[in-house]
């Protein structure tokens, strides 16, 4: 880690961790998270596409080095108002995820879109839809590949813009153009990749996005080749393609690649094609918005035997969720102490690792236990005021060396797994000219009480590469690989 983020450590070293007899000390710094300066050869490097194999560079969509121009960007860092806000959205299309499966009504969200998809009251529908999109990757679409930034997420869909955009008039920018590839197909009605209900008969299976009160656009199923690195191209990869206006783009990203266990899914994809012996993919989240991470597609299971402190942990299956994944989590402790729970709280297989919400959000029960007990082992530090869903907060002014609890994951197998202080602290200051930032624990009750699991947004996935084993049933930790170099 420490040689591969120098960069990080330099602009962003907020906190050091040391040790101090058992305890982990932060010790902070007076430099902050301003980010105020980015290596545009590291941008280039990304431009460039893939580094290393199947591994492609990640970066947060706020990144300096991410699409995304104009006023949005302060600091390198997105407020906390904004990512609250965001994770809000997430955990409302989550809910309704819920509600759709035990409703036993929409087919859950797999597959291809239903007939017409319902956009949040937000501006942007590619980042409003059907989750919030976070982390971009540069994958080629069609023959020859045309470079596109895309986001990955678990939505069961992949979607692209495409050309012409909805109104047909300005140039559609960040959108891939149908005309100029040689492999592009639609996909007809009566496939059983179009699952659309209005459409009965024809050459092409469409779709329309819209609210209650506005269409936003249409989309036609289609496949084309799917270029991630030379070595990893997929051949009739599924895609919405969507006519979407640049007002309803959020200008991060064209549209998104779907790593969900969906049969249309780059992960399927991947299991189909990669030898025994290969995970999925794995991910390494940029620890902030100045850093980047990676995603490597079908990675050699082999590469993680015999490092140290890796942690295989059983992958269960949902059936109120069944694209996404969920982990068999059964304990936490706080300074080695298991919250008073049985795990039967925390099992029904409903711990959700998620790389669209931010924080982490657990069942109200466990979360005030977990809350209780790690403001009893803060007790010596000044309370701040909640922000918002995030009510374990302090005032650090002042204070140069901060002792923090252990936090720890148990899961099913036995597996132990001890939380980084930058997986469960988030550090922020109100004012840009505070002298010390604020710090809250990044976890919160989930804010619908009926909420039917916890959520591992991706704060608490940091530090680690994430290794999705999913022929083998198993998610591995891997710790100090989050490095492109
Ligand atoms: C539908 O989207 C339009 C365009 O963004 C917006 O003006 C309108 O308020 C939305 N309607 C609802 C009910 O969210
Ligand atoms: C959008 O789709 C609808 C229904 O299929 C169709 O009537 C309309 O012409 C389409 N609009 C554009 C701009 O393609
Ligand atoms: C929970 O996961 C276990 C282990 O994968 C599986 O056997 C069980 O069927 C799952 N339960 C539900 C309700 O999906
Ligand atoms: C944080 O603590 C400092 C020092 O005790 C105090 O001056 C300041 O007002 C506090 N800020 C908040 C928002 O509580």
Redesign the pocket.
């Known amino acids: 880690m420490a040689s591969a983020m120098p960069l990080a450590l330099l602009l962003l070293c907020l906190l050091v961790t040391q040790t101090n007899g058992s305890r982990r000390v932060l010790l902070r710094s007076t430099d902050d998270d301003s980010g105020a300066s980015w290596s545009l050869k590291a941008c280039t490097s990304i431009s460039s596409g893939h580094s290393n194999g199947n591994k492609l560079p990640v970066v947060h969509r706020l990144s300096p080095c991410s699409p995304l121009i104009g006023g949005v960007r302060k600091h390198g860092k997105a407020g906390l108002n904004e990512i609250l806000h965001r994770d809000g959205l997430r955990m409302r299309y989550l809910n309704e995820v819920q509600a759709a499966a035990a409703a036993d009504t929409a087919p859950a969200p797999s597959g291809t879109p239903a007939s017409g998809l319902s956009?949040p009251?937000?501006?942007n529908v590619i980042s409003g839809l059907p989750g919030v999109f976070s982390y971009t990757v540069l994958a080629g679409y069609g023959t020859p590949a045309q470079q596109l930034p895309l986001y990955f997420d678990v939505t069961g869909m992949s979607n692209l813009r495409c050309k012409p955009c909805f109104s047909g008039v300005e140039p559609c920018d960040q959108a891939f153009d149908p005309s100029r590839s040689s492999s592009f197909r639609t996909v007809p009605c009566g496939s059983p990749d179009c699952t659309q209900a209005s459409c009965s008969s024809g050459s092409s299976c469409t779709f329309t996005f819209y609210?209650?009160?506005?269409v936003?656009g249409n989309g036609t199923v289609v496949t084309d080749t799917l270029t991630l690195s030379p070595s990893a191209t997929f051949e009739d990869f599924t895609v919405g393609c969507m006519q979407l206006d640049n007002l309803?783009s959020d200008g991060a990203a064209a549209g998104n690649i779907d790593l969900s266990r969906s049969r249309h899914s780059l992960a399927t994809r991947v299991l189909l094609s990669s030898p025994p012996g290969s995970a999925a993919f794995s991910y390494c989240l940029p620890a902030n918005k100045d850093t980047q991470g990676f995603l490597n597609i079908a990675p050699a299971l082999s590469d993680y035997s015999g490092h140290g402190g890796v942690k295989h942990v059983p992958l269960v299956t949902n059936p109120r969720g069944p694209n996404f994944y969920f982990i068999d989590l059964v304990a936490i402790a706080i300074n080695g102490k298991d919250l008073p729970f049985p795990p039967a709280t925390f099992r029904g297989n409903g711990t959700m690792i998620d790389t669209q919400a931010e924080f982490t959000y657990l069942n109200p029960l466990i979360y005030t236990a977990l809350r209780d007990e790690f403001r009893t082992a803060m007790a010596k530090y000044q309370p701040a005021p909640a922000f918002s869903d995030l009510d374990t907060c302090y005032n650090f002014t002042g204070i140069n060396y901060i002792e923090l609890p252990d936090m720890t994951f148990r899961f099913g197998n036995g597996e132990t797994m001890e939380l980084d202080d930058r997986q469960f602290m988030y550090f922020f200051r109100e004012h840009l000219d505070d002298a010390f930032p604020f710090g809250c624990m990044a976890f919160a009750a989930s804010p619908d009480p009926n909420f039917a699991w916890n959520l591992l947004g991706s704060q608490v996935q940091r530090t680690k590469e994430i290794v999705y084993d999913v022929r083998g049933g198993k998610v591995a930790f891997v710790p100090s690989r989050c490095g492109l170099r």
């Open positions: 956009v009251a937000t501006q609210n209650s009160t506005f936003f309803f």
